[in-house]
């Protein structure tokens, strides 16, 4: 298990309910095992979870478990429904993993701003 992860995001903005119900609305981003974001780290074996939170993120407003897309890659993939992101605002992104029971969380700060739909 790594002592630190860092992660990015493909999509910084996301309107919540202004989008079709559909299995291609996708959350992704990707995990490296270095903070200049060079090596991406392998996931195999490991659950991925993705979570919200604001202010002082000591409180969830969203801890969704995600999919692997290309584990060797280190990429994953939230699909994205119509109850699946928070109320509108801007949320601090962290990305855990998990194995055999131990835990590492991303150590860099990623935003995202989730707005409301028309």
């Given at each position: ?63 969704k ?17 119509s ?36």
């Open positions: 298990m790594p002592l630190g992860i860092y992660h990015t995001l493909d999509q910084t903005i996301l309107h919540n309910d202004n989008y079709s119900d559909v299995a291609g609305f996708k959350l992704t981003g990707t995990i490296y095992s270095d903070i200049g974001k060079t090596v991406a780290f392998d996931t195999t074996g490991y659950t991925i979870k993705l979570r919200l939170s604001q202010g002082n993120g000591k409180a969830d407003a969203l801890n478990t995600c999919t692997a897309t290309v584990a060797a890659s280190g990429t994953w993939y939230l699909s994205v429904t109850n699946t992101l928070p109320t509108a605002g801007l949320y601090n992104v962290f990305v855990e993993l998990s194995k055999s029971g131990t835990v590492v969380t991303s150590l860099n700060r990623v935003e995202l701003l989730v707005k409301r739909g028309p």
